[in-house]
């Protein structure tokens, strides 16, 4: 079942099989073995190498293989090498000498450099519509909530108010970036290897634009010996995934300490919550837990691949076979977490009474309470050190500021009048918050309206 067999004498030992093959794994890429082996044969034709009706046998025997792999009917078996080798030997099976010729003018090593190529660009497709999904999801959330007051929060401590439309608003930035950094990944790495050869091209006319073309590439590679051994496009997607899992992990923390029963910002919907074997009233959000978890994986796969190129000399050489088992793990783990993370955001209950009810807590209005001191005319200094002042008292008598008696505000400094309490309200404290890109709800309407025309006319 080998491709190499002539210059052996002796079967390979089953250990070294089994160690060497990648079948178990490269079999995924069946479609784009056959699509890029479909663009070579073409092309081989078009230059004249082999006849039109070799190339039609070729083509016909490969779309068989390629519709009874997905029917079914043909089964990739372990006896072979690795996915090339498997429909290589199945095509010669079936329509054969014209088989044999599939392979002029190539190598595995622009073969799998190709099949890769075509994986992750359908791959990065896949992955944007589902964080598009996502940021629909985010976005309903943010339009629905812009006037849902909340406690934003620095060191995990209550900071200054801001609403669920802002706060989840931060989010819809983040994987905002991250399609960006895939559609640069696709962009960049949209040169095909195909003609390269085992690393220094080939003898034979090959047409590598004609090639790249017909497989939807920008144009041929300009090295060959770079186009066999570059892995720098699944360092760069495996980085844009981990950065993609790190938004996910932190979004994974917010639900997960919202969740606690301190805080019950939120409630997970039944569905995407799991109980407890030994204590009934436990509601767990083992969901944003794995996904944070899993964060983990996906960077391991980063670090593994990075570090398996170091060492590299070029051209190609088998150490690249280990990019594909960690890249698949990673692409997988992402997709699953990207879909599960909308479904349950869209799933769970805001409580927005308790947030609201945490906002009027914590003294998160002590900057615009000096703030309105600041107006009146005091340095902001002093105004700080008088509301500090005034926050111990709070702290001592266990109110909030908006408790305070105007008497009390007076005591400390006569520039207090009855306005304060209309200055420090949550309402006031959100929405003189008006800075492009803060909370207030005029500010948040126009990055709504901003992110509208991203999400439906991009
Ligand atoms: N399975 C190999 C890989 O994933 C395909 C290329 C094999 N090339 C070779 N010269 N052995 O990298």
């Not at 290897?193 to 047409?207: C, F, K, V």
């Not at 964060?295 to 070029?314: C, Q």
């Not at 009027?360 to 700080?384: E, M, Q, S, W």
């Not at 909030?400 to 309490?421: G, Q, R």
Request: with cysteine.
């Amino acid at each position: 079942m080998k491709l190499w067999g002539g210059r052996f004498t002796k079967e390979t030992n089953k250990l070294v099989h089994n160690f060497n093959s990648s079948i178990s794994f490269d079999r995924r890429l069946f479609r784009q073995d056959i699509e890029g082996s479909i663009a070579h044969a073409t092309m081989l034709e078009k230059q004249k190498i082999i006849s039109k009706d070799e190339r039609d046998l070729i083509i016909k025997g490969l779309s068989d293989i390629r519709e009874e792999i997905i029917e079914g009917s043909l089964e990739i078996s372990q006896e072979y090498e690795d996915i090339h080798s498997f429909v290589e030997s199945h095509l010669i099976k079936r329509i054969g000498e014209a088989g044999k010729k599939l392979h002029t003018g190539r190598s595995r090593n622009d073969q799998v450099a190709l099949d890769m190529k075509l994986y992750i660009r359908d791959e990065i497709n896949v992955l944007d519509n589902l964080i598009k999904t996502f940021l629909l999801t985010i976005h309903k959330i943010m339009k629905e909530n812009t006037q849902t007051y909340m406690p934003g929060f620095t060191h995990l401590q209550k900071a200054q108010p801001v609403t669920l439309s802002h706060h989840i608003g931060a989010y819809f930035e983040m994987f905002k970036r991250d399609r960006s950094r895939l559609s640069d990944i696709k962009k960049r790495m949209n040169a095909s290897p195909l003609g390269s050869g085992a690393l220094a091209g080939t003898t034979y006319p090959l047409d590598r634009e004609y090639c790249a073309l017909l497989l939807g590439f920008d144009g041929p590679s300009l090295n060959s010996m770079d186009s066999v051994s570059d892995r720098d496009y699944l360092i760069e997607l495996l980085s844009a995934l981990s950065t993609i899992m790190m938004h996910l992990s932190r979004l994974s923390e917010e639900v997960i300490i919202w969740n606690s029963n301190e805080y019950r910002f939120i409630e997970l919907d039944d569905s995407y919550s799991t109980g407890s074997s030994i204590m009934p009233q436990k509601k767990n959000p083992d969901i944003a837990e794995l996904v944070r978890g899993k964060t983990g994986r996906v960077y391991g796969a980063l670090i593994s691949l990075l570090t398996t190129m170091k060492g590299l000399p070029l051209a190609y050489n088998k150490d690249m076979q280990e990019d594909k088992e960690l890249t698949f793990d990673a692409i997988d783990t992402v997709k699953s977490c990207i879909a599960l993370s909308s479904e349950m955001l869209s799933t769970m209950k805001f409580n927005k009474d308790i947030m609201e009810d945490s906002a009027t807590k914590g003294f998160i209005n002590a900057t615009d309470a000096a703030d309105y001191l600041v107006n009146k005319g005091v340095p902001f200094r002093d105004a700080h050190s008088i509301i500090g002042k005034l926050v111990l008292e709070c702290i001592d008598k266990n109110i909030s500021l908006d408790k305070l008696s105007l008497e009390d505000y007076k005591a400390i400094s006569p520039e207090f009048d009855d306005d304060i309490y209309e200055a420090i309200s949550l309402t006031t404290c959100v929405n003189k918050r008006n800075t492009f890109g803060a909370p207030s709800k005029e500010a948040m309407q126009k990055v709504l309206a901003l992110n509208e025309e991203y999400l439906y006319n991009d």
